[in-house]
């Protein structure tokens, strides 16, 4: 007697677009840094990109291309995930786009969000199915993960067969030049097709946790005034970096083990973990506290591919642009494998964290 089939949601196809402009380490050195009070940083700008990359790791960041935006991203890579999984793009029931920010054009820090980026995208594509669902979802670094969970739900509760979810932003365009955190972002943008399938076994997304922390934390990341007091009324996006990397360090660790529990595992079940590449460093410190919680005094690095000392950090696209090319055989010392299962993570604005575990189809 055959076991009972269920509906899972896997990834049928994944993409990304990794923008051809590099912006590297060397380009900020002659840059004019100020403190939160406007005064100049009297430090030579070559010492401020060293210690930089030294509490970073990051060399270079890539930056959007003037004549395109976010949603323009966004529709390049969710055409290399149609591609991939060879969907017809008129039965997706839905597209969920993960942003922050919007459409910034070239030479301006205006966000652009009507009608919604995921809008835009499906007029690119040139999807004429009226049912195609399009609409947005801003939450801090961790949207694409938390629209990956919201289309795993629409599928499991039967509301939903295909689904297209994209995670980009042109998050330099909103830094403040005079803020030495704007060295840390990159532009970038990563899609995947979720579908539903029958099994026998638990497969794709498999369960997830969610949390949101905002006494205390919302002002961790936000939008604010420049540190050049002449540009008044001029809003960018500001961190309290310090006070990021402890509440990052304190509560990313035991949500994932919490995501683990809930699936039944342990870190020796976990093949990759892919984490929101926020700071290399952060990250080397969330995986050693997430080893230490099970009583291993050493963390294995890797198991966790690092694309942030190239890509710098571009936010929403960080987790699927790592998902799409290890995946493909772009990322040399890692590979997935059918039957692998994979953590993916993230921490950002509201405060946000969330992670929910991916187990590859066999």
């Not at 029931?93 to 070239?106: E, M, P, Q, R």
């Not at 030495?180 to 099994?199: H, L, Y």
Request: charged share 25%; glycine share 8%.
């Amino acid at each position: 007697m055959s076991s009972k089939k269920s509906t899972f949601a896997i990834i049928s196809g994944s993409g990304s677009y990794i923008p051809p402009v590099i912006l590297k380490n060397s380009d900020f050195e002659d840059s004019i840094f100020m403190n939160e009070d406007g005064s100049k940083i009297d430090i030579p700008g070559k010492e401020i990109v060293q210690k930089f990359k030294q509490i970073t790791e990051i060399e270079e960041r890539r930056i959007a291309k003037p004549e395109h935006t976010t949603s323009d991203m966004g529709t390049f890579a969710a055409t290399d995930a149609i591609e991939t999984s060879g969907i017809d793009p008129e039965e997706l029931d839905y597209i969920i786009f993960a942003h922050n920010l919007g459409d910034i054009k070239s030479g301006s820090n205006t966000s652009n969000i009507l009608p919604t980026l995921a809008s835009r995208v499906k007029y690119n594509l040139k999807i004429k199915n009226h049912k195609t669902v399009a609409y947005d979802i801003t939450f801090g670094c961790p949207g694409w993960t938390q629209a990956m969970i919201q289309a795993n739900i629409y599928i499991k509760a039967g509301e939903a067969k295909k689904i297209l979810v994209i995670g980009a932003d042109t998050i330099t365009r909103s830094m403040d030049p005079h803020d030495r955190d704007t060295m840390i972002f990159g532009d970038g943008a990563g899609a995947t097709i979720v579908e539903a399938v029958e099994s026998e076994k638990p497969v794709g997304i498999l369960k997830h946790v969610t949390r949101t922390d905002t006494q205390d934390y919302m002002d961790l990341l936000q939008m604010g005034e420049s540190f050049n007091k002449e540009k008044k009324g001029s809003f960018h996006l500001k961190m309290q970096g310090r006070r990021l990397y402890n509440y990052a360090l304190t509560n990313v660790p035991p949500l994932a083990k919490e995501c683990l529990e809930l699936n039944n595992m342990t870190l020796s079940d976990i093949k990759k973990v892919l984490i929101h590449q926020a700071n290399a460093k952060m990250d080397e410190a969330i995986l050693t506290r997430l080893f230490r919680l099970y009583g291993i005094k050493k963390a294995d690095l890797s198991v966790m591919p690092m694309t942030i000392n190239t890509l710098g950090n571009s936010s929403v696209a960080t987790v699927p642009t790592l998902y799409d090319l290890i995946i493909k055989g772009k990322m040399e010392g890692h590979e997935l494998n059918p039957g692998d299962n994979i953590v993916m993570t993230s921490v950002g604005a509201g405060m946000n964290i969330n992670a929910f575990v991916y187990k590859i189809p066999e």
